[in-house]
């Protein structure tokens, strides 16, 4: 039976039956296919593309041709999940206009369904405000903020302490005030976000985060595509990167002792074809 499309609506649902919302990330076709074949909830184009995919040292450093870039080619391979794209950092930060002049290139160029923003600041509050009365819903994201990691004292937990967890605790009731339809918590005391889950209206998202309505991964980090060491929220349920060198370095050890290719790897053709072949540029030679 071919899977029903996920919407805001069937999200809200699973939220109020207790199911568990399934949130990855996908930065082309390749992955976007592994999401959509996984039967995942939500699929995010998120701004960490920069360093999984882009090799940029920071998600700050991505530019919104590139989000772009990286959105459409998810697009073409996903159909079930519902999709949503990480507004990456300078692309909002001008003004509510180009918030949702941002926004809307998303929905026109890459076929977004929803986008994402960080952070809580009244600066934020007011884009997220514009994105939704646009006509664009929106998921929030609090705690730590990686485009916004250095104001926070770098990528650490948030709301450990007394004060801290109310922050993280007043921007999550903010971020809904302001319209998000969902609310990403990162790298946030469980204890914390089982309070704030309580006064929320919206599914929260946790990653780091303990037990949430969801939760989000990066795909690169849960399929051990990423080298080093992996954040303590990120759970390793394959070791895909070290099948990949395996799997190259056995070609280039092939390539070098002549196993490949094999006559199995090979077109086959008849001895009057080779001959003909070889007629013709006998001929080429002798006219030279």
């Known amino acids: ?25 996908a930065y082309d076709f390749a992955s976007g296919r592994v999401a959509e074949r996984a039967g995942v909830d939500i699929v995010l184009v998120g701004d960490s593309g920069a360093q999984v995919v882009l090799g940029h040292p920071d998600t700050t450093s991505v530019t919104l041709d590139e989000m772009l870039m990286l959105a459409k080619a ?37 076929g977004a369904e929803a986008v994402k923003i960080e952070g809580a600041s009244p600066a934020r509050l007011s884009r997220l405000r514009a994105i939704v009365d646009a006509g664009i819903p929106v998921v929030g994201h609090v705690g730590l903020t990686p485009q916004t990691a250095t104001a926070l004292g770098g990528l650490r937990a948030q709301g450990r302490t007394p004060d801290d967890a109310i922050r993280v605790a007043g921007d999550a009731l903010a971020v809904q005030d302001a319209g998000a339809f969902a609310l990403v918590i990162e790298a946030v005391p469980s204890d914390v976000v089982s309070e704030i889950r ?25 399929l051990g595509i990423t080298e080093g060491r992996a954040p303590v929220f990120v759970k390793r349920y394959a070791t895909i990167g070290d099948a990949m060198v395996e799997g190259v370095e056995t070609y280039a050890r092939e390539v070098r002792e002549g196993a490949f290719p094999a006559p199995e790897n090979e077109y086959p053709t008849s001895a009057e074809v080779a001959a003909a072949v070889r007629e013709f540029l006998g001929t080429q030679s002798r006219r030279k």
């Open 1 to 25: 039976m071919t899977p029903s499309k996920v919407t805001l609506r069937r999200l809200r649902e699973l939220a109020a039956e207790g199911t568990p919302i399934v949130m990855v990330t």
């Open 74 to 110: 998810v697009r073409r391979a996903v159909r079930t999940p519902l999709l949503v794209c990480d507004l990456p950092f300078g692309s909002t930060e001008v003004s509510d206009e180009q918030a949702v002049t941002t926004s809307v290139r998303f929905v026109h160029e890459a």
């Open 198 to 222: 309580r006064a929320l209206r919206i599914p929260v998202i946790g990653i780091g985060a303990g037990t949430a309505d969801g939760q989000v991964l990066v795909q690169h980090d849960l």
